[in-house]
């Protein structure tokens, strides 16, 4: 047997399904196979921030999993029993994002989620299917798969590999996975406890370790996580055995009970050199992993495929060249290295047993938390670096701006979360899946709109235009004194800023657009297997 197919992903976590959802809504042709015999039934990644939740909203499903989350109301700190920091979450993000919070969902119905979406719209996962063998050459990715109790061919023109931190893929195309491992053990634990906070992530601190204790849907059932203590090398039978290691280490009782996971692992910090091999994409875990410092993970996986899909779309749609690709590894292997460094960094002042990290964390570190809340510039700052929607590319080849005077915003940057004078979202307004040309014709004589009009009548779907002219408050927030155009991605990125009339706009389209003869940053050899 032998499947054609456009787009082959590998792996059906959250970045494989996030992109197999994304494609389906494209309308682009795709495979997605799992060796797994079905979805994730542990509850592994925690956290959903406010950018991911943004992207949950253009597909629809952000309502399902704010029903299904919980948003963390505190963080505190804990020495000894004693409550040392409090700090307030809730809507620390007001006014940057509709989803001002942090979410408590677990992985597995995060899954749950995109796979039920990706049924919806007709498509399907195939599980029990495992990658054999892979090559490239002629211009396809030629992989073999066992499933249905037997071998087959699948020929795609591209394939993602979103099949995690062992990825076959990459192990295949042997390809290096550079970083190191974290020097401890570490153990998670999903238990219930009897404690007196509930809504609130606390992190216990002691000389000698810490513990981070993490609410999930209910009020008994908790994640907690930590360093595995000497002399328990070896995984022990139960959770339990280790609780009065843990409670001697903290100072302070930690009533466990019916823990429903528990697992011991080393961490590591890895990151690819490249996230483009030819036809073959890395995105998630299996181009990046890194500490659970933030909760980050999983949140960076999804975005990784949001960022490849819209681009995979157009040009597997026939709409861009193959150098529209090119910019997936632009925008996302800069934040892949960044998060690596700050998660590192973070992960490792509250692990190290060294006399000065000790310090940092254990007297300076909860002043530093307490002092940053009293801002509110320091808590949207914080709260844009956690929620990622403080992420920029602003080198990337996409990114243009041709302004005279600058503007309160900047290409290359998330377009704000902004309202209309109805107080409806701009957000809500971009709702195709192509591009949004923003017109904020400040002449009443300007010829702006009907210039634009024109470009999006010409370019049918790829191009919607949404005109912000009456928006007057709008405008002032944005600084725009002349006639100006905004061109937002599918991604709410924007691509284009300029006050140089309609010209520029096509001009920008016609280069993006546009097929060329560019080879992919790296080329395989030619066969793999």
Known sequence: MSVKTKVLIIGAGPTGLMAACLLERFGIDHVIIDKKDGPTVESRALLLHARSLEIYDQLGIANNA??????????????????????????????????????????????????????TKGGEVKWDTELISLAEHDGEVQAVVSGEGELYDIHAEYLLAADGASSMVRKFLELPFEGDTYQHKFYVADTKIETRWHDVITLHLSPRTFVGIFPMQGTDRFRVIGILPPGHEEKPEEFSELVPVIEQQLGAPLKVSETSWFSVYHLHHRCMEHFRYGRIFFAGDAGHIH??????????????????????????????????????????????????????????????????????????????????????????????????????????????????????????ERFPYLKTAEGESVYQLMKTDYFHALVF??????????????????????????????????MKLLKIKTDTVILVRPDRYIGLITDEGGKVVRDYLAKLLVEKKEEPLIKLPRTHA
């Not at 009443?444 to 009456?470: P, R, T």
């Open 291 to 412: 500490s659970p410092a933030g909760g980050q993970g999983m949140n960076t996986g999804l975005q990784d495929a949001y960022n490849l899909c819209w681009k995979l779309a157009m040009v597997a749609g026939g709409y861009a060249g193959d150098h529209l690709l090119n910019t997936y590894e632009q925008e996302r292997l800069p934040v892949a290295r960044k998060l690596l460094h700050s998660t590192d960094r973070a992960f490792s002042l509250v692990t190290s047993p060294k006399w000065l990290p000790r310090f940092y964390r254990l007297y300076l570190l909860p002043f530093l938390f307490s002092f940053i809340f009293r801002f509110r510039k320091w808590r949207l700052k914080l709260f844009s670096s956690i929620s990622q929607t403080g992420i920029r590319y602003v080198d990337s080849d996409l990114t243009v701006m041709r302004i005279t005077e600058p503007l309160a915003v900047k290409a290359g």
């Open 441 to 474: 014709a400040v002449n009443n004589e300007s010829q702006l709109g009907e210039e634009i009009s024109e470009l999006s009548k010409e370019k049918g779907k790829l191009v919607h235009m949404i005109d912000l002219s009456a928006e007057v408050e709008i």
């Open 66 to 119: 704010l029903l299904q989350g919980e948003i963390l109301e505190k963080f505190q700190m804990v020495i000894k029993n004693k409550k040392v920091r409090e700090v307030p979450l809730g809507k620390i993000g007001e006014g940057v994002s509709p989803f001002p919070f942090v979410l408590v969902l677990e992985q597995s119905k995060n899954e749950a989620l995109l796979l039920n979406d990706l049924l």
